[in-house]
Each structure stands twice: as C-alpha cells, then as structure tokens.
C-alpha cells in the first residue's frame, strides 16, 4: 500500500531553519501533485505549500510565502519542504500528502488522498 514517511522535523529558535523530507512508496505519483500541510493544536488542517506533477509549479499559503521553498524529486519519490526564518506561530505537526487525481495542484486538504503520520515542529521566541 502507499506509505508516506516525513522526516526533519524538530526543535528551533525564532529565525532559525530547518528541512523536512517526504519518502513515498507502493505507488506511482509522478504525474500528482505533492504537499505539506500542518495542524496546530485547536486549529484546522492547512496546506501549506503544493507542488505539480513537473515540479515548476508551486504554491504557497501567503503566511510563509518567501520563506517556505517546496522541492520534489520524482525519480527518488521525495517532497522536500525548506522552512527559513521560522516564527513561533509556525510550531505544528506538519504532514506530507499526495493528491490522487493527476495533473491537479490543489491546496485544500480534502483533495489530498495519501497522508503520511507528521513530524512535530516546534519553534521557540
């Protein structure tokens, strides 16, 4: 079945960076979107920055737009997320996604079929 594994998540100070990795297997996605979204204690899911099946199409929710890059590697089934200047109000667990349905860049959750179990970030002021 398809498995999604995040991995990077952590401890940072206000300002500091770090870099979450998306493993996918048991499937085939190169022609589907790919996400990370995040959920915060009380608060509804968001996706927070998608990418296209080419990998030349993004986009971002505005809050981290500029300091939020989403990266994808086909060939290795990986998504990336490199966070910067990371704010106390960015503290989540954030979750990587794949949309079932080819050639979409959706940014709302409930179009992402395949979810992997989240990696805690947590940024200190």
């Known amino acids: 079945q398809v498995q999604l594994v995040e991995s990077g998540g952590g401890l940072v100070q206000a300002g500091g960076s770090l870099r979450l990795s998306c493993t996918v297997s048991g499937g085939a996605f190169g022609i589907n979107a790919m996400a990370w979204a995040r959920q915060a204690p009380g608060k509804a899911r968001e996706v927070v920055a998608a990418?296209?099946?080419?990998?030349?199409?993004?986009d971002y929710t505005e809050s981290v737009k500029g300091r939020f890059t989403i990266s994808r590697d086909n060939g290795k089934n990986t998504v990336d997320l490199q966070m910067n200047s990371l704010r106390p109000e960015d503290t989540a667990i954030y979750f990587c996604?794949?949309?079932?349905?080819?050639?979409?860049?959706?940014?709302?959750?409930?179009?992402?079929?395949?979810w992997g179990q989240g990696t805690q970030v947590t940024v200190s002021s």
């Open positions: 996604a794949v949309d079932g349905t080819p050639f979409k860049l959706p940014m709302l959750p409930s179009k992402y079929d395949y």
């Open positions: 990418i296209d099946w080419t990998g030349r199409t993004t």
